[in-house]
């Protein structure tokens, strides 16, 4: 029989397998879609943009509303496995190719099954507590980077691909599409057949520990015939119905820490309601209805705001760059896709080397100062390529290379800081029990920068000071932002958070 830590780990394994597929596709898509929409269909510049933007539109739409059925339902296995069959479903379009319009339907449906990674996220942050989170929501982007380094790769020899499937011709632009349905079809077992929803298995932990403390309880009568008829059908009554509970909804530990000391210290003396209580629990979750008053109240605030503010504002610069940086390359530096796939290799390697960093630091620095850091890194990044870039000869590639690889490393330097401790963070200051609801919400704004990052890139090419010069002035608006309302964002003098349960709710599955 498989052990609960066994399940744990094979959990955690395969929900960084979920992040390694997303950032695998985007690497072997990626570096070949622009001349793939060229090549087959001559499309004008402006449609890369609306390609990349339809992924993040579609996971824009789909996050928050995977996040909330994860919320209710607390079935986050089945809402990933759909997640993987719709993005085999989108990759098997990708492949196919009809037009560049089926490219961006196939683009929006593997989007919308790309929400899952916040479903993944809210589920993080249900189970972990705050000092371990940091490490672990660093471990899961770290493995989507290795995604991202392999696929370069991968790419190395998918490009060797000259075959037909039917009608259809797979060769170094549509190969990507079969080969990630493929790898998603392998995804869609592993999460069958491997994956144990996590909030479960602390359910089932935390009723084995419960179990074994009665059982030392209970031993430490001299016998159990010692007890008088009625203690005995008490006991029963309480194991059984605490069983009953755990085995449909589970709690967590300090719940049933509490629940456990109430037990013990009363010796099994009656408490007026507990049964019923405990009927009541059974019925649902707490899980708050949504209303204007409740989204106010919970996002609207000076800490969440901010960290939405580095979030859009981050990500706006970080795709806008990466969708420049293969037109730049092709005019500054004269490289084709395999040049291409060689950069995304290496700088993924900084990513992942990055990465670890962060997660060694997170257990010495704070979320906020490391933000910062992340932040400042950004804008001399942006500041040097408003100075590089318009100043680059076309006709002289290798003079332009050293001014575009510093321009990277910043950037990418950067990156592994700015998106971890902000989705740390941002964890950390609102409710566990709505986390589902609360990273789709995250991943609208992320989605909006993401959306209209290309879009602004793709349409000011040609103007380079206008096209850097809002992107830095944004950064820029961040860091203001962020320095105000430092001192709010310092977890250290910020309560716990507490979920707030109306008196006519169930309480949290967990706290």
């Not at 990466?322 to 084709?336: I, R």
Request: aromatic share 10%; charged share 15%.
């Amino acid at each position: 029989m498989v052990t609960l830590k066994a399940r744990k780990r094979l959990s955690y394994v395969t929900l960084g397998l979920f992040f390694l597929m997303g950032g695998i596709e985007y690497a072997v898509v990626l570096p070949t879609l622009w001349l793939y929409i060229q090549d087959r269909f001559n499309s004008p510049e402006y449609m890369l943009g609306i390609l990349l933007s339809a992924y993040s539109l579609a996971a824009m739409i789909s996050s928050p509303l995977l996040g909330r059925w994860a919320d209710r339902s607390r079935k986050p296995k089945v809402i990933l496995i759909l997640c993987a069959v719709v993005q085999i479903g989108g990759n098997i379009m990708y492949f196919m190719g009809l037009s560049q319009w089926f490219l961006l339907a196939s683009r929006l449906v593997v989007g919308f099954g790309g929400g899952g990674e916040s479903v993944i996220l809210g589920e993080i942050a249900r189970v972990t507590t705050e000092q371990e989170r940091t490490g672990i929501i660093s471990l899961m982007i770290s493995i989507r980077q290795c995604g991202l380094l392999l696929g370069p790769g991968l790419n190395l020899f998918l490009r060797l691909a000259d075959f037909h499937i039917g009608p259809f011709l797979v060769d170094k632009f549509s190969v990507p599409g079969v080969f990630m349905a493929g790898l998603w079809g392998l995804q869609s077992l592993f999460l069958l057949i491997l994956y144990t929803d996590l909030h479960r298995i602390q359910a089932e932990s935390v009723a084995k520990e419960k179990s074994k403390t009665k059982t030392d309880t209970i031993q430490n009568y001299s016998s159990i015939e010692n007890l008088d008829s009625t203690e005995r059908d008490l006991l029963h009554t309480v194991n059984e119905s605490d069983k009953k509970y755990m085995e449909i909804h589970g709690k967590s530990s300090s719940q049933e820490g509490a629940a456990l000391s109430r037990t013990d210290n009363s010796r099994l003396t009656p408490v007026l309601g507990e049964t019923t209580s405990t009927t009541d629990i059974s019925k649902g979750h707490a899980v708050q209805k949504l209303s204007w008053n409740f989204i106010y109240t919970e996002y609207i605030r000076e800490e969440v705001v901010v960290l939405m503010a580095v979030q859009f504002n981050s990500f706006f610069n970080q795709v806008g760059f990466e969708t420049m940086v293969t037109p730049l390359s092709q005019k500054l530096l004269h490289w084709g896709e395999l040049e291409n796939s060689i950069m995304y290799c290496c700088a993924a390697v900084e990513i992942i080397l990055v990465f670890m960093l962060v997660r060694y630091l997170s257990n010495r620095l704070q979320d906020r100062t490391m933000i910062l850091i992340g932040l400042s890194t950004l804008i001399m990044a942006c500041g040097w390529l408003v100075y590089a870039i318009p100043n680059s000869d076309p006709d002289s590639p290798s003079s332009n290379l050293p001014m575009f690889i510093i321009g990277m490393v910043l950037d990418m330097f950067a990156l592994p800081f700015l998106v971890v401790c902000s989705i740390s963070l941002y964890s950390k200051v609102t409710k566990k029990e709505h986390q589902g609801l609360s990273q789709g919400l995250r991943r609208i704004v992320v989605g909006s920068g993401t959306i209209l990052g290309p879009l602004w890139t793709g349409s000011t090419l040609t103007w380079p000071y206008i096209m850097l010069g809002v992107m830095l002035g944004l950064l820029v608006m961040s860091m203001v932002m962020l320095l105000l309302s430092y001192r709010k964002l310092d977890r250290k003098l910020e309560p716990p958070v507490v979920p707030s349960v109306d008196p006519d709710e169930h309480e949290p599955l967990l706290s």
